[in-house]
């Protein structure tokens, strides 16, 4: 009897999973759960209002590892744009972001802003 619990207990995980894998795979839902990387703790910081890239003599770019959807792209660029003169982009497929900034860059900040974030600087 116990073992025929276990099995359904195990059936029932692995149902669960596939359907949330297919669910990602064929883009109904993100990898974080359906927005749940909207949903964290921490406040969105505004947009940068100067996208004029001739304002930002520095740049840097950063690869940065756990990010996976549309959410997640938003919570990087958002911690990397907190830092004051700054202006990120991330991209998705490269799993790196070009900061642009105004004044030298501070990696050492970039890489505090996107931990905080939840995610993290390699290399």
Known sequence: MANVVIVAVVAVGFVLAARHALQV?????????GGACEKGGRPRPARVADTD?????YRMD?????MHC??????VEGALDSVPG???RVDL???TARVLSKAP???DAYAR???DAGYRVVG
């Open 25 to 33: 795979f064929t883009g109904r839902q993100d990898c974080c759960g």
């Open 53 to 57: 890239e001739s304002h930002y003599p």
């Open 62 to 66: 950063l690869r940065i590892a756990g």
């Open 70 to 75: 549309e959410g997640c792209r938003r919570s």
């Open 86 to 88: 700054t202006w990120a």
């Open 93 to 95: 497929k490269k799993g």
């Open 105 to 107: 860059a501070d990696a």
């Open 113 to 115: 802003a996107v931990r």
